[in-house]
């Protein structure tokens, strides 16, 4: 066993696509190529609403105070570590409106046994934390994208990669969180963040990124602060 290194860092990537509708559904399927990159399916928020400096101030209290509640509640798990070190990263980013945003990333070893899109009891310690922060920070919306490494057909790893972003975003309304707030999107092995030559590079490359965005309602609420 071995405690878990929750990471933060500064992202300068920011979310290009912008998704209005959060119902609960899954995205279409793909047809994307192994040249998609990570900022054509992004995942963000329409807000119309101006965005002033004192919008983007006290939305960014609202994230950061979010981001510090998931760090606090991840940190004190234990991990059991199979390939490498496994990592739970926390970070602000960008979204297209330039308002803080949260992006939690979780290795797929955290969550699932090789090649199964169940959770694991692990996975649901893990999640059911996170779900807690959501019902706290109830003014965002929660994209969870599902990856997987480089091995076998990209067909088959896309509706892996689908399968275990929706059974995480289920786990969520299981929890309460409603649906109108969630959305799963499968991604297959683009995007990797490691080699998928080594074993330790594929284990990174398999994983899942929860994102939390801000929506109306604390842009709305953020404006009368």
């Known amino acids: 066993?071995?405690?878990v290194i929750v990471r933060t860092m500064a992202v300068v990537c920011s979310l290009m696509m912008i998704v209005a509708c959060h119902s609960k559904k899954v995205a279409p399927a793909p047809g994307m190529s192994a040249n998609t990159s990570?900022?054509?399916t992004a995942v963000g928020v329409v807000i119309v609403a101006p965005i002033t400096m004192e919008v983007t101030r006290n939305v960014g209290k609202s994230m950061k105070s979010q981001q510090k509640e998931l760090i606090h509640a991840l940190e004190v798990i234990e991990y059991t570590v199979d390939q490498g070190d496994t990592i739970v990263t926390i970070d602000i980013v960008p979204d297209p409106n330039k308002l803080d945003a949260i992006k939690l990333g979780l290795n797929d070893s955290?969550?699932?046994k090789f090649n199964s899109a169940k959770l694991t009891p692990k996975a649901e310690m893990v999640l059911g934390e996170v779900a807690k922060s959501l019902k706290n920070f109830p003014d965002t919306y929660v994209t969870?994208?599902?990856y997987a490494s480089h091995t076998?057909?990209?067909q088959y790893?896309?509706?892996l990669s689908v399968k275990r972003a929706q059974s995480v975003m289920d786990y969520f309304e299981d929890q309460g969180i409603p649906a109108s707030r969630l959305k799963a999107i499968g991604k297959g092995w683009n995007d990797p963040v490691a080699s998928n030559k080594t074993a330790k590079g594929r284990a990174k490359n398999q994983r899942v990124a929860i994102w939390i965005s801000p929506n109306e309602n604390m842009v709305t609420k953020a404006k009368t602060k």
């Open 152 to 154: 076998g057909q990209q």
């Open 144 to 146: 969870m994208v599902g």
């Open 110 to 112: 955290i969550l699932f």
């Open 1 to 3: 066993m071995k405690k």
């Open 157 to 159: 790893n896309y509706a």
């Open 38 to 40: 990570a900022q054509d």
